[in-house]
């Protein structure tokens, strides 16, 4: 089972809204990420987490707050979010952290639109 | 830092023709190297990749070879169906941090 589950697939949220992505996988990555996708755009990378700790933060704004639970499980905590941050959120997981050999998994993504 | 320039789209073909979608990086280090491919409305989905320099990555008629004289990563397949139709995306990958290119449109017309 190679599969990275997202929920929710849609999401509408206005500027002083508090909503959260998650992001779940059980095929026993210990490395997950999120990455921001804007239309017609690839991917970017905002977070990595590595054995459930934060490894990597690509200087993404405070509002957005990354979680991980456990080592199944990632969450994207938004609040005060601005039209401009709506996009499609990709979750994703790999087997080994810190190789850059590994492939990563990626989950359907949560669309969001922020009023 | 790590970087991928890949060929700009869209590119059109008709059925059975011949695709190649070129991707060159620059890197410090010795990135693995990917190309994942993205359907509508859908994530991205790894198609085939390599780990060092003269590997060949394949996959569903689809190939490349890591080339690091040339710091590239061509994507290739002999002959492309209606069912290819996607955006496809060359990545490097160093140390966790994926880079992507900009993406490149594939429409196959029957």
């Known amino acids: 089972d190679t599969e990275v589950t997202q929920t929710p697939k849609h999401l509408v949220m206005g500027m002083t809204n508090k909503k959260s992505l998650k992001c779940e996988q059980h095929?026993?990555?210990?490395?997950m990420y999120w990455y921001k996708q804007k239309a017609k755009k690839p991917p970017e990378l905002m977070f990595v987490?590595?054995?459930?700790?934060?490894?990597i933060n690509e200087s993404v704004p405070s509002r957005f707050s990354p979680e991980c639970p456990n080592s199944s499980l990632l969450n994207l905590h938004l609040h005060a979010l601005q039209p401009e941050d709506s996009a499609l959120y990709l979750c994703?997981?790999?087997?080994?952290?810190?190789?850059?050999?590994?492939?990563?998994?990626f989950g359907p993504g949560t669309r969001l639109t922020v009023l | 830092g790590n970087s991928v320039t890949q060929m700009e789209g869209p590119v059109t073909l008709s059925e059975e023709a011949f695709l190649t979608i070129n991707c060159t990086y620059t890197?410090?280090?010795?990135?693995?190297l990917f190309w994942y491919v993205q359907y509508p409305g859908e994530g991205l989905q790894l198609l085939l990749k390599?780990?060092?320099?003269?590997d060949k990555g394949s996959n569903k008629g689809f190939e490349a070879t890591y080339r690091k004289e040339t710091t590239s990563f061509h994507l290739e397949k002999g002959s492309v169906q209606v069912s290819d139709s996607a955006v496809y995306f060359c990545?490097?990958?160093?140390?966790?941090?994926?880079?992507f290119g900009a993406g490149t449109r594939l429409t196959v017309k029957p």
């Open positions: 095929m026993g990555h210990r490395a």
């Open positions: 994703a997981s790999s087997q080994f952290p810190g190789g850059g050999t590994d492939t990563q998994y």
């Open positions: 990545a490097l990958s160093e140390y966790d941090d994926m880079r």
């Open positions: 987490y590595s054995y459930e700790k934060l490894s």
């Open positions: 390599a780990t060092k320099a003269d």
């Open positions: 890197a410090t280090g010795y990135p693995s």
